[in-house]
């Protein structure tokens, strides 16, 4: 862009590629100033800033659901050599291209699922992955092909969370009939919404802490910080046994 945009034209263009979920200041314009979580993302990434290198000079950035560009646009004032940011909804990628634009951030954004993140053909960095996993059918199986293709050594994981807070501790196994630790507040759950949750039909799955934290770990990450009560910063680990996305993957032990 050769030189920023009036105003008027920026405000414009925000409200013919609204409505925004992100709500970015470019040039004086907010995207969504009457969201209703307040200034999101912004406010959040106020929470876990600082467990993210404030230096990402020669790295490479994936954004997985990237959404209108906000957390692109922080990695690349950071410094980052590559950002690239994906997202299956084309009014989203519209809104990040011109945010980036506006922003004076040289970014990529492509049409992408995250089911299909193994075409991408090479590994990043840092991989982050806010906000999607309970938008998504097959959450495990998301986490599993983000660890197996695109992850090189850090993953920065958030989720909206619902149920208990705690998280029981539990065993290696147990026995068939021993069923009361499924009663357990702090036992992974993972909360399937039939309908819609917040007038979204796109809300799927929606895990308590100790079910994001289970995940994590079954996908093969190890969980290196908690910044923030729904964000974790997690470095590629070796998968546990019987992981993977084909089942039985052994045969039926029974």
């Not at 519209?94 to 990529?108: D, L, N, W």
């Not at 997690?234 to 084909?246: F, I, K, Q």
Request: with cysteine; proline share 6%.
């Amino acid at each position: 862009m050769d030189g920023m945009p009036d105003p008027e034209e920026i405000r414009r263009r925000v409200a013919a590629l609204g409505p925004w979920f992100h709500n970015i200041e470019l040039g004086g314009v907010r995207t969504a100033p009457d969201h209703f979580l307040g200034d999101y993302p912004a406010i959040k990434w106020r929470g876990f800033a600082h467990a993210l290198p404030a230096d990402l000079s020669g790295k490479s950035v994936l954004d997985i659901g990237c959404n209108g560009g906000f957390y692109s646009i922080e990695m690349k004032r950071r410094g980052a050599a590559r950002v690239l940011g994906v997202d299956s909804d084309e009014a989203y990628l519209a809104q990040a291209r011109f945010a980036a634009e506006v922003s004076g951030q040289e970014i990529e954004f492509r049409h992408l699922s995250v089911y299909d993140i193994a075409a991408l053909g090479e590994r990043f960095d840092v991989v982050l992955f806010m906000g999607v996993l309970y938008h998504l059918r097959h959450p495990l199986l998301a986490l599993d092909l983000i660890r197996e293709h695109v992850v090189g050594d850090m993953l920065v994981f958030q989720s909206m969370q619902r149920g208990a807070a705690e998280v029981a501790p539990v065993s290696g196994d147990y026995e068939f009939s021993d069923t009361a630790p499924f009663d357990d507040p702090g036992w992974p759950k993972l909360h399937f919404v039939e309908h819609r949750y917040a007038h979204d039909q796109t809300n799927w799955w929606v895990p308590n802490r100790a079910c994001a934290e289970a995940m994590l770990r079954a996908a093969g990450f190890a969980i290196t910080d908690h910044p923030e009560a729904e964000v974790y910063v997690c470095r590629r680990a070796e998968t546990p046994e019987g992981a993977g996305a084909v089942y039985p993957a052994k045969g039926m032990r029974a």
